[in-house]
């Protein structure tokens, strides 16, 4: 957008109001420097009720509006500007790009008063936010739908490339899309997922440390991960990751996480369920080779359980396989 005294111009469009229009405009527009303020708390500023306010605005609004065609540049910029977001814009980050620090108030207001933009506020789907019309929205409606879709059956956060894949919008349009979503969101490394993710919004010490996990790709002990989350105390880090199911103890006080392909158990129950998926007896050896692809052990750890009578027994060949009961 091109440098444009944005206050000066709001200031001839209501130089023609009376001074009850005007003081209405430059408290519920924050024209005056101060903040946008609601109907409700510009009528107890006046001593009116939320009604009068509307009317008072109503009327001036619409008498400023033939002053508009004196700026045809102002709005073809700002038209020019949502054209290339798909003709919407989340309310915040509009306000930032075009006013920066200054301008915000000036720019909804000018907005406010154009026949092309529409402004939606919040809900539980979407920010608020700006656009063309009901068509623009409905568009990245369908947009954001299909994409949660992806994001379900991906189940784990894609980049904006990645999402491009299976939508026809540009980057800068689908972004922007994105951007006013609730349900899906982008976390500090970029990419976008479903707000309950851990991997979008962590929550406590379990999800911080699942996410190091996912970074990380190798098991840690659990000193090690306290070490890594800013704050966190060992003993809790210990207890957290004990306690939740997607992270398996594969060593002494080593974790990985269970999508990895490690299950649950002692070394016994790693040895089992190795013995049945293999449905015969199987030697040291080849038990051994499996038991340390799950558990970070000594060899002679894996070999007293091997030979705990009580769960397992050993074949005329010297195989093993699991203690018939």
Not at 169 to 184: A, C, D, G, W
Not at 211 to 229: G, S, Y
Request: net charge positive; with cysteine; charged share 30%.
């Amino acid at each position: 957008m091109p440098n444009v005294n944005y206050q000066k111009i709001c200031q001839d469009l209501i130089s023609d109001l009376s001074p009850r229009q005007k003081d209405v405009i430059l408290e519920r527009f924050g024209l005056n420097g101060g903040e946008r303020k609601t109907l409700e708390a510009v009528g107890e500023s006046f001593g009116v009720t939320r009604e009068r306010v509307r009317q008072i605005q109503d009327g001036a609004l619409e008498e400023i509006k033939d002053k508009t065609e004196n700026y045809p540049v102002v709005f073809q910029n700002l038209k020019k500007y949502f054209q290339s977001f798909g003709d919407l814009k989340k309310e915040d980050a509009m306000l930032q790009e075009l006013g920066e620090e200054k301008w915000q108030n000036q720019i909804y207001f000018l907005l406010t008063l154009s026949n092309g933009f529409v402004r939606f506020g919040a809900n539980k789907d979407f920010h608020p936010l700006w656009a063309a019309g009901a068509a623009s929205l409905e568009r990245a409606q369908k947009t954001i739908s299909l994409l949660y879709q992806k994001l379900e059956e991906a189940k784990t956060p894609l980049s904006l490339k990645e999402l491009a894949k299976f939508a026809s919008q540009n980057t800068p349009v689908l972004e922007s899309y994105l951007e006013v979503s609730k349900k899906i969101q982008k976390n500090s490394e970029g990419v976008f997922g479903l707000k309950d993710w851990p991997e979008i919004n962590p929550r406590g010490v379990k999800d911080k440390a699942y996410l190091l996990f996912k970074k990380t790709q190798e098991p840690l002990h659990f000193t090690k991960v306290a070490n890594m989350i800013e704050g966190s105390l060992v003993q809790t880090v210990h207890n957290e990751l004990i306690r939740d199911p997607r992270f398996i103890l594969v060593g002494r006080g080593m974790y990985a996480l269970k999508e990895w392909g490690y299950e649950p158990g002692q070394v016994k129950d790693v040895i089992s369920r190795i013995l049945k998926n293999g449905k015969k007896p199987l030697s040291k050896e080849e038990i051994l080779g499996k038991v340390l692809e799950q558990r970070i052990v000594k060899e002679n750890t894996v070999f007293l359980n091997l030979n705990n009578k009580k769960y397992f027994s050993r074949t005329p060949q010297g195989k093993y396989q699991i203690q018939e009961a």
